[in-house]
């Protein structure tokens, strides 16, 4: 384990996965490649927390740009986050 609490080249592959969030989000990866990330996110506290914020971020803007509807306590989140309370 390495001082970060992950094992091996896990900084590699976190800097490669983050690359990858948003492709990963939109549904935009091969299948593979996508279980791959899935797999990375079961063990990898930070990056499960950085596509989660990424989901919820781009959800926010989709629904202020009327695409779809966020969830309340997800614009409430966001609004607070961003200042706009």
Do not use: W
Not at 26 to 47: F, N, T, V, Y
Not at 62 to 75: D, I, L, N, R, Y
């Amino acid at each position: 384990m390495s001082e970060n609490g992950h094992e091996g080249d896990c900084r590699q592959h976190c800097l490669k996965s983050l690359i990858e969030v948003f492709l990963y989000i939109d549904g935009q990866l091969s299948e593979e490649r996508s279980k791959e990330i899935s797999l990375h996110l079961d063990h990898c506290d930070c990056c499960y927390g950085r596509v989660e914020f990424e989901r919820m971020l781009q959800g926010y803007f989709k629904a202020k740009a009327g695409f779809e509807e966020a969830a309340p306590e997800t614009a409430a989140k966001l609004d607070a986050i961003l200042g706009n309370r």
